[in-house]
């Protein structure tokens, strides 16, 4: 199937410093990805929808000036957490809708805002 | 607004066992269907979709799924599991015509070998 990367899978980071996580679609191009974030033992929680060449779609109760969208080319889009806070510290999770609708993942990037 | 609801947290079988897992969604349109599975330390891949077509869907490893409209649920199926499905299932569901998908909470499945 597809593949998307995430990366870094990890990241540490001191409060008040931001952090950027990169999702590419590794053999496809993907004009439309998204970004979830999941708590423990939560499920999924769309974050955000990046499309490629326009402004990311903020679901409700995101703040976009937090969460920085970028989505520059057909393989790429990038997720900044600006001003991390340890309350920012969660798994984020991006994917890409492939060809026939369907959702392909990357392996998440935990995030721990120290 | 749209919800999905996966009765089930958490499910411990023995292997051999049959396996069904509940979802139910809340929107009166076109839906598309999905459901997912996350093995420990890896990524969610998908088991099965539905979009249209026969409501009883089949996907990898044996499971299976049947769309029931008047019920709005899309419940997973496996006649026999195995050690190797412990994992977290996930039911998504999206509305026809866009790509935002909405989880469930998921299902933890534990098989005992």
């Known amino acids: 199937g597809a593949v998307v990367s995430q990366h870094p899978s990890r990241v540490i980071c001191k409060s008040g410093t931001s952090v950027k996580i990169e999702c590419r679609s590794l053999d496809f191009q993907a004009t439309t990805m998204f970004w979830y974030r999941q708590f423990p033992k939560q499920s999924l929680m769309l974050m955000a929808t990046?499309?490629?060449?326009?402004?990311?779609?903020?679901e409700q109760g995101v703040e976009k000036d937090k969460f920085l969208i970028n989505h520059a080319s057909l393989t790429l889009s990038t997720l900044t957490v600006t001003s991390a806070h340890p309350e920012d510290s969660s798994f984020y999770i991006c994917s890409a809708r492939g060809r026939t609708g369907e959702l392909f993942f990357g392996e998440g990037s935990r995030l721990t805002v120290l | 607004a749209q919800s999905v609801s996966q009765h089930n947290h958490h499910v411990i079988l023995s292997e051999a066992a049959s396996l069904e897992l509940g979802c139910n969604y809340s929107?009166?349109?076109?839906?598309?269907l999905f459901w997912y599975v996350q093995y420990p330390g890896q990524h969610l891949q998908l088991l099965l979709k539905y979009f249209s077509g026969d409501p009883l869907v089949k996907g990898i490893k044996g499971f299976e799924a049947e769309f029931i409209k008047s019920k709005f649920s899309f419940n997973l199926r496996k006649p026999s599991v195995q050690w190797s499905d412990t994992a977290e299932y996930f039911c998504a569901v999206s509305t026809s015509g866009t790509y935002k998908y909405i989880f469930g909470t998921g299902t933890r499945l534990k098989v005992l070998a």
């Open positions: 929107y009166g349109g076109t839906v598309n």
């Open positions: 990046s499309n490629e060449g326009s402004k990311a779609t903020y």
